[in-house]
């Protein structure tokens, strides 16, 4: 570890890399080793001796305006450290190259599977898990570090997926030390993603922890929904396409069609989307801090995995057919692939206790289908 002038930097504990080293564990920055590229700069995948695998973040030359924009950052990572934040090993800083050594997150990150770039769905479950386990990292930032640290890039590409999809976030590439003492906020330029903008932020200029609230709102929107935050076509926001839906219990109408070719958990999702519209209110301070997040996330996780609020979708034709999943058994639907969102858009979840007396299998409330629960 090199000593500097400065007392701070001479004591952080990271492993300072070689150059060489670097360049040998990703083939010299080839292609084949490059896992993807940001604002900040290429990210590759570093293979190094007993199978020790690394990402390597090489910066733009124009990512630092100074080796100390460098140093301060390092230093600001090197003391974070939490399971559900994406750990930093170490840094290379040589021949004019600033480069951030992490640990490799192998699942890819969350605007993979929102996207459908992996040719894959993430289940109810894995959705609830990946909410709390992020929820957890950035309160972490906010609350379990001193001074703490506001993100501000909280966004699906930065929420990587380790080892049974566990959320880590990553990319404190814009990190900006929180409020210091009885300070509520500090005041800085604007920065983040369009779509997780806070636009109480952007009007005020105030960074507080609910600035990363709102953002984390919008991703528990499209957890549940699998949309873009912000539409294209329409130049809709998620939040004002989502909002009425939930507001009236009707998670049905927006929940991602992928979900309901499996058992879904309707009681949490609606769950999950309705704590993301209180992420996003207009007052920053009427928003939950994310520790309370967490809480909420969990206790709905618990009260209604018991509440047996699942629905069963499934391609195929095949009808009448009962099925147990997770000990409760549910009826298998017949919905085809084509007209799967129109079908999902008809489906209730039903309260246990008010089919107490129904006969098994499915019964019709006008055109609806619905769940028939055996205990
Ligand atoms: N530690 C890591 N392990 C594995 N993959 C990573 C790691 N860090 C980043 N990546 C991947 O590298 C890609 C680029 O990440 P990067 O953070 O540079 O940009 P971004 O988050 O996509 O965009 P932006 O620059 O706007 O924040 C992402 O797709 C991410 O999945
Ligand atoms: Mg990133």
Redesign the pocket.
Known sequence: MRTTESSQWGKIELRRFRLEELGKATENFSRDCL?????????Y?GTFDEELTL?I?RAHAESYQSVDEFRNEVELLSRVKHRNL?GLVGYCEEAGQKMLV?????N??L??YIVGRRGKTLTWSQRVNIAIGAAKGIAHLHEGVRPSIIHR?I?P??I?LGHGFEA?V??F??VKAGPAGDQSHVSSQIKG?PGYLDPAYCSSFHLTPFTDVYSFGVILLQLVSARPAVDPSRNHHIIDWARQSLERGAVEDIVDANLLTEACNMEMMLKMGQLGLRCVVKTPRARPKMTQIVRELEEGLRSTTHERCFLWGMHGTSTDEYVSVEGVGLQRFPVDADGLSLHSASMRCLDPDSIADAPHGSRGIGEERVACIDG
Do not use: I
Not at 102 to 106: A, D, G, I, L, T
């Open positions: 896992v993807g590229s940001g604002a900040f700069g290429n990210v995948k990402a973040k994406v992490y640990e490799y997150v192998p890819g990150c605007l993979d890039d966004k590409s930065n990587l880590k990553s990319d590439g814009l993603t």
